[in-house]
């Protein structure tokens, strides 16, 4: 059977498959944060023509029944249908995710203290033609004029050899040539079309296992020229990394989970390269992060053993490849540098983040954590840095959270409840008209943790059903209604299974602190700074996030909220050669902790599952708050 | 159009081409040693039904015209043919055209003093599995096992990378891994299927411009386990390297030439793989020398600028390659090491030449001549080299030589004249009855020497038409009958234009010596050892080639006859990286005299021109001789 849109699009619907199912297989992914069962009523469709079974019909109005409204989810062909997408129901990624602006990020790079130097160089010779007295080889006259540039040492890869003499010859002895240094020596990696005041670009990437973020650079000056993103089109395969790690070993399907991302990045270089005008002859190089698992897809590495005991990459750090060998759609010899990884499940995103805050060369002692579709913590100095990752799970992002979603346009992303009257107060992302439409990471841990302190929860996160009105039977246990919707608008609320979810990623965040603390022999009050990352948006209210028992009581201004940092330390080591160098050497220093395995971290963990935490000691702030 | 053969094979004639021309196109190859031009009779053919004009009969008896015999290249078909292709018409390669046995090979590498290391190493790995205490990724597993064996810098290229994961657990952490050895670091190559006792197998290959020969070496011992050689199929786009260069540049048809001797390379393996059932798995890799152009047409090169002033190639140095890159149907891993070569006209078989007879070694004065399609010199000892190509043109090849044939089956290799009687007598290649069918190279050595000294041409190579019975009239000026045929076979004779050819390169490689002595100061007196390499067949008379003038005069036991030395080279090179580091220093050594430019060689030249030379007192011996 077929589905036709009301765009003009056709996609297959294969017998048993529901709407969204066959969307999602299209590529066209729907907001959907119960993960399709038919409970948030986020994706819903109209059916125009043909004919359906819907199995639910929840948080479906009578009107919206009546003009043809369907949850996607649970919505079953039976013959061709033509439908129609509304535009609250298409998943949106947020325009611009990421930290900095460009000029954040140049001063970013100058604060390291690291000359720019791109991964790529271009450097441009004028050769004297040659004659009967100085008839040496096309590649000796190379060789020879780079050496009197200084590179003695010279790596001829041989894919480069067969232009060689016509490219020469064509631009008359004057050569623009791209080098690449790798193991103390300069690899060639193409001629250039161009000369010295052509413009050349770089690009950064970060492969989150949800959101795909690209960056482009201008390699001559550092300038971010411009950022794109868009969802990781591998979810149609699975939500999280483990699922999708199934699915390629399982279903014999790397090479499906390989060809999404590459695409996915294809897709956004080339709309970036329209907005821009951007010649292919000026891409010069690419530097990807992404946690382990990512970077294996990426790269087409096999992954299946990362998810087996005892959790094993293919490697760790990566041989440079080239964008032919990728099927990325940029000239072939292209290289893409990608970040190294520390093991199974601390990955290339976590030493750029490392990088991008660059705790790795302060003497205090620092935090720095990265939630995001799973959490991962890494503790140290300049003299030694672990590293854990410690299953939180996606809920932040709004996984498996009823009313949850990402922090987009119409994402709760603030909650305040007065402590007298109980009312609700909410902060939404967009405009100042933009109405609610679920709640993001932030806006949960500050509902949670203003129900806490209200008395709407108890300290196990149990809601109680006589302290405010907003606690109602929602038909599969109590919720508590952080916005009442209207005719058009359904409620928005957090029920108790999703303030449990909360709850343990928060107790697995913390225990994953102190587990490490406990290791080396160190305390919270030993630690100087705590860098949060992750897809927070740019909010995230730290107080309450220590209310929650997510992070430790310290002094506000030891926290750092970072956003983005994946593509910050991509953009880093893009420009500097020192940076890559650092990066290298944090991934190689790095100890990871396997959390899974260990007993201490089951009782911190169990220990979390109180809020602000079973031992209220560790949060005198808070439970002073608490005994007012 | 098309021409069927007996054989039942059909092949397309395109309208204006020749019955020969088709043959080649389609990779038949006739002999054919006026080059087409309906003179020397040997590309004789059936015509068993069709029609066709033939502008040319000579050489064909009134039977043969009687039964259907035509000259191939003076036959233009008018419709369809059924030809037969008598077997004395196909060009035929010799079958072991090269210098020694197995065992001649293998004392010649141990004579050399370098240990036996091949160009790739196997090294089996017993690697302890991984666990959540050894939980390192597999890329670093792999690198600590090669530390523990010494390797220390190891470099890895992606393509390795994907199998990886799947490989060292299917193989249960047993791994064998080739690797070669490159700038100070062992390379990955690819992890081999089998174990310790597995046999491997590694290719030399010699890319002559007329012959390609390939010896099948086995690595754990150095056998020489077979020879196969093949005509160079780029005949079908010219007999030399000029007009191959020409085809690949005005017709850009480079690809065409690369293909032609990549595929000769991969029939050649086909048959010996099967001959001895040996596995795709066990090829472990490939040495290749040829001259400077052969050496550019089989890795893809471009060979355009070494045709023309100031005759640049695009690389004397070539990049490891790999038989993916290029098409040579083994495992696309398994690489290639292409000889070094010194300058356009002096390649990598000259190097392979060199490194063959060691001369580069030794304290005393050496020549080397290597007498192919081309004839190329080298003059040096430990301290100093210095090379030229002479253009002595392929007629000791039997090209542009009336009769003149390959040292193969039925070729004159030997000519004596009796003094008083004029009586000839002639040796033939072949069996005890094997008939004559053309002269070879060491034949006209022979004749033109004996013909000489028996006064039957003069100091000019003039045929003087009283003094013997045998000399006549051709019909196209005088010529001397070498051997008088029968009814069945045509005579053998070497006509004035002939001579005039033998007398021409043997004037411009005897040029070729004195002006390198000159320019380095010393005389023939200064040669300790004169190395012969080139396609004489088995046989030489050095002192006929001295009588003739284009050896110096020495005493004989200072000639050394060596055979194809170029692949010899490369056995030796893919046997040892002592001597591949040696080959790189020959070429990078040997200096490169330019002597198409040169005053001194051409005047050098002239003087050669005479029997033996106009300097008669360069040549005390042959004088006494004449003085008899």
């Known amino acids: ?108 790079l100058r604060s390291t203290g690291a000359a720019m130097k791109p991964l790529t160089e271009r450097t441009v010779l004028h050769l004297p033609p040659p004659t009967l007295d100085d008839n040496i080889s096309d590649l000796e006259r190379l060789r020879r004029g780079l050496l009197s540039r200084g590179m003695a040492c010279l790596r001829v890869p041989f894919r480069f050899m067969p232009g060689l ?39 950064a990437v970060d492969i989150g296992t949800t959101t795909i973020v690209v960056f482009l650079v201008d390699l001559t000056n550092g300038e971010l020229v411009d950022i794109a993103s868009t969802y990781n089109s591998q979810i149609r395969y699975g939500d999280d990394v483990i699922t999708r790690i199934v699915h390629a070993t399982e279903h014999n399907k790397l090479k499906e989970l390989n060809g999404a991302v590459i695409s996915d990045i294809n897709n956004l270089l080339s709309i970036i390269r329209k907005t821009h005008h951007i010649d292919i002859e000026s891409l010069d190089c690419f530097v990807v992060a992404g946690n382990t698992t990512m970077t294996h897809l990426f790269l087409g590495l096999d992954p299946s053993a990362i998810r087996e005991e005892p959790y094993i990459p293919t490697a760790n750090t990566f041989p440079l490849a080239f964008a032919g060998e990728l099927d990325i759609r940029v000239n072939p010899d292209i290289p893409i540098y990608a970040f190294p990884c520390v093991a199974s499940y601390v990955g290339g995103d976590i030493v750029s983040g490392v990088l991008a805050t660059q705790l790795h060369k302060k ?26 990752a410690c299953s939180a799970g996606p809920c932040f992002e709004g996984s498996g959270i009823k009313c949850g979603m990402r922090a987009t346009d119409g994402a709760v992303e603030g909650v305040k409840i007065d402590r007298e009257t109980l009312d609700v107060e909410i902060k939404v992302i967009g405009d100042a008209d933009t109405k609610p439409t679920g709640i993001c990471g932030s806006g949960m841990i500050d509902a949670v943790a203003e ?111 970072m956003g983005n940092t994946s593509v910050t330390g991509a953009y880093l080591c893009l420009l500097s050669r020192k940076l890559r160098e650092e990066a290298e050497e944090v991934a190689k220093k790095m100890t990871y902790l396997e959390l899974s395995v260990s007993r201490s971290f089951m009782n911190e963990y169990v220990s979390g599952l109180f809020i602000p935490h079973t031992d209220i000691d560790a949060f005198p702030g808070v439970k002073k708050l608490m005994e007012r």
Chains 1, 2 share one sequence.
């Open 1 to 108: 059977m077929e589905i036709s849109l009301t765009t003009g699009k056709k996609i297959p619907c294969p017998p048993g498959s529901s709407i969204l199912e066959s969307l999602k297989q299209a590529g066209i992914f729907l907001t959907s944060s119960c993960g399709g069962k038919g409970t948030c009523g986020k994706c819903k469709v109209i059916i125009k023509s043909g004919r359906a079974v819907s199995k639910s019909r929840l948080k479906l109005s009578h009107e919206e029944i009546g003009s043809g409204y369907v949850l996607a989810c649970r919505t079953y062909p039976e013959t061709d249908l033509l439908i129609d997408v509304p535009k609250e129901s298409m998943l949106v990624v947020e325009g611009k995710v990421v930290t900095g602006k460009s000029k954040d990020l140049q001063e970013l």
């Open 363 to 388: 003497h205090e002692l620092s935090i720095f954590i990265d939630i995001g579709t799973n959490g991962e913590i890494v503790i140290g100095n300049s003299e030694w840095l672990v590293s854990a």
């Open 165 to 203: 003499a016509k490219t020469m010859r064509k631009k008359d002895w004057e050569i623009t040539l791209c080098t690449i240094h790798t193991e103390d020596c300069e690899e060639i990696i193409r001629i250039a079309s161009g000369n010295r005041k052509s413009p050349r670009y770089g690009v």
């Open 451 to 561: 129900m806490f302190l209200t008395g709407i929860i108890d300290q196990k996160g149990k809601l109680q059903k006589d302290v405010s009105g907003r606690v109602r039977d929602g038909g599969d246990g109590l919720e508590f209604v952080v916005y009442s919707g209207d005719a058009e608008r359904a409620d928005i609320v957090l029920a108790e299974p999703d303030i449990e979810n909360i709850v343990r990623a928060k107790a697995a965040i913390y225990a994953g602190f102190s587990t490490i603390l406990n290791e080396v022999g160190l305390t919270f009050n030993d630690v100087q700074k705590v860098y949060i990352a992750g897809g927070f948006g740019k909010f995230l209210d730290i107080e309450k996030a220590i209310m929650l028992g997510m992070l430790p009581e310290l002094p506000k201004e030891r926290f750092e909220y």
